[in-house]
């Protein structure tokens, strides 16, 4: 036996050596035990987690892996917590959705069981469906809460557990911790009720896209544009996920007639053959749609994640394609929705947009020209849905964004919807289509208007105890000795989002963060730049962001302009130490 093994982990390994596991995976203990330490320490060491996207975790044996029983605890918890929440609806129900991943639907299936074992009624979808759909039918159906089985965009080894309350959002506080609460009651794997009640578990499918995909429709602004711009070329690519279906019916729903897809990525397959990582925000992943584009002679391109909810795209410059990050498709949609929303007369001056903290500046901006309303929120789409469901009644969500690829359109679904999203953002680019330029044109005019808006996300990635540790430290590191200047500029203000205080650093003065407490910290200088730092909430991962803002006086100055701005973000990196 390896004695560097910390002896909370062997307590942990030896209860379920001891405890009501199968054989299997007793086996599989000993085996790591045995021959692989380490396998052991990274299994043991802590428990999964709710963050920012519900539990998620790499699949396998152990406390801090995905499988039957992380599943089957986090159910029993959340069953418990709902039965608590809800003692006077007579039959409490859930919806269940899962996507490709390997072993997505027998998770599915694991936690149907113990949801209807305890009694409440499960409508499980009848194969892969996209996250936002499950938002959806949990609102259509009335149920307390829903399930969809995936880790979104990351790797092939992963798979995840993401919860919903009745309003179709992902849990927030304090639910999220309530439920982690039952959950770490949960004593004995006898108490998980696994032998589920059949009567109780009804499959739901096809029906629920005929209706999901009919809201998706209602939400389009130009028809007759659309009509006039029929043949405008787009591939697709799901990238072996559940986009599969629905995102090229909803874009033959809203009239695009040169819909292509990308054969070898419509296999659906959670080992993602084609890709090193099925995540929309990395190049590498459009590689394939791309050189499809460019044999064609299409205009844009769009990839979604393996559960659809994020999308990434590419447009046309010239013979080639350049990738737009999450920041300027957020962008392009919100100016288009906005835009739209006055020509069509649907201003009343009860509207609004969200946005998170770490996204770009410019849709505030744009809101702004518009006198619509905006709200920054936490990274997490969970509060954006929050934000929605506070203002039901009294005001108008049009859109919302955050840099990470996520996007939402209308009210329906309470999550990040790469489904209605993909139909939008091709109605915005066959909008500019019709004025006769494309959506990088579109997004030079913006950037003419409101100013060249310049965005970078940098990840640095820690993995496993060792790792999450170091994160730790790099956090405390930067709150007792910030920066006192990035690129030679002062700065001037610091929001710890953990402590909930705002500091201007010229005159000292001291002001409450009206959010939830999050550990974020944004460092802003006298002039104009922002940068964001927070350790992943679904990654073992820190991440940093970096927002300046130059100017654009002649289209013509975009190359010359864009690459003075990210040689000033290169600079700030480096002072970092990244």
Request: hydrophobic share 40%.
């Amino acid at each position: 036996m390896n004695t560097t093994i910390e002896p909370a982990v062997l307590a942990k390994a030896n209860e379920w050596l001891n405890g009501n596991y199968d054989n299997e995976t007793k086996s599989a203990i000993r085996e790591m035990m045995e021959n692989n330490p380490q396998e052991l320490v990274e299994s043991f060491y802590r428990d999964l987690e709710f963050g920012t996207g519900g539990l998620r975790g790499i699949m396998g044996v152990g406390s801090n892996r995905m499988n039957k029983y992380t599943v089957g605890a986090a159910s029993q918890g959340f069953a418990n917590y709902l039965k608590n929440k809800f003692p006077d609806v007579e039959q409490i129900a859930t919806a269940i959705a899962y996507d490709c991943r390997n072993n997505s639907p027998y998770f599915a299936q694991i936690t149907a069981d113990v949801f209807s074992a305890n009694g409440i009624k499960v409508l499980l979808f009848d194969s892969l469906r996209p996250t936002p759909e499950l938002s959806f039918a949990i609102r259509h159906f009335g149920c307390q809460g829903g399930i969809v089985i995936t880790a979104s965009h990351n790797p092939k080894e992963y798979n995840g557990y993401k919860a919903y309350w009745d309003d179709g959002g992902q849990l927030i506080s304090p639910h999220d911790k309530n439920v982690i609460a039952e959950v770490n009651k949960i004593k004995d794997v006898a108490e998980i009720q696994m032998n589920g009640d059949a009567s109780l578990i009804e499959s739901i499918g096809e029906e629920v896209d005929t209706i999901y995909l009919g809201k998706i429709k209602a939400l389009s602004l130009s028809p007759e544009i659309i009509k006039r711009q029929k043949d405008f070329k787009i591939v697709y690519t799901p990238i072996h996920g559940t986009g599969v279906k629905l995102v090229p019916e909803s874009l033959k729903a809203f009239g695009f007639k040169q819909v292509f897809g990308v054969d070898e990525q419509n296999m659906v397959d959670g080992n993602f053959p084609t890709v090193h990582s099925p995540n929309p925000e990395e190049p590498a992943a459009l590689a394939m749609a791309i050189a499809k584009a460019k044999t064609i002679g299409a205009d844009l391109v769009m990839a979604t994640d393996p559960d659809a909810d994020r999308v990434g795209i590419a447009v046309r410059k010239g013979n080639d394609f350049v990738l737009l990050n999450g920041n300027q498709a957020a962008s392009l949609l919100i100016y288009y929705l906005l835009t739209k929303w006055q020509e069509n007369g649907k201003l009343t001056g009860k509207e609004y947009i969200v946005k998170t903290i770490v996204t770009s500046e410019l849709l505030a901006d744009i809101a702004r020209k518009y006198n619509v309303e905006y709200f920054d929120v936490l990274t997490g789409f969970k509060y954006i849905a929050d934000i929605i469901k506070r203002l039901e009644g009294q005001k108008t969500f049009i859109g919302g964004g955050e840099e990470s690829y996520g996007y939402l359109v209308g009210d329906f679904v309470r999550d990040k919807d790469a489904v209605s999203s993909c139909a939008m953002i091709a109605e915005t680019a066959a909008w500019a289509k019709d004025k006769g330029i494309g959506l990088l044109d579109l997004l030079k005019e913006i950037y003419l208007e409101f100013g060249f808006y310049k965005e970078k996300l940098i990840s640095v990635v820690r993995k496993g105890k060792t790792g999450a540790e170091e994160i730790e430290q790099m956090m405390r590191d930067f709150r007792s000795h910030p920066p006192k200047s990035l690129d030679g500029s002062p700065l001037v203000a610091i929001k710890d989002y953990s402590s909930g205080i705002k500091k201007n650093l010229l005159t000292g003065e001291e002001k409450i963060i009206d959010l939830p407490k999050s550990n974020v910290l944004q460092f802003f200088t006298e002039d104009g730049s922002k940068v964001s730092v927070r350790p992943s909430g679904t990654e073992p991962k820190i991440k940093f962001y970096f927002g300046i803002k130059g100017t654009l006086a002649h289209k013509e100055d975009y190359d010359n302009v864009n690459t003075g701005l990210e040689e000033k973000i290169n600079r700030i990196v480096k002072e970092l130490g990244l």
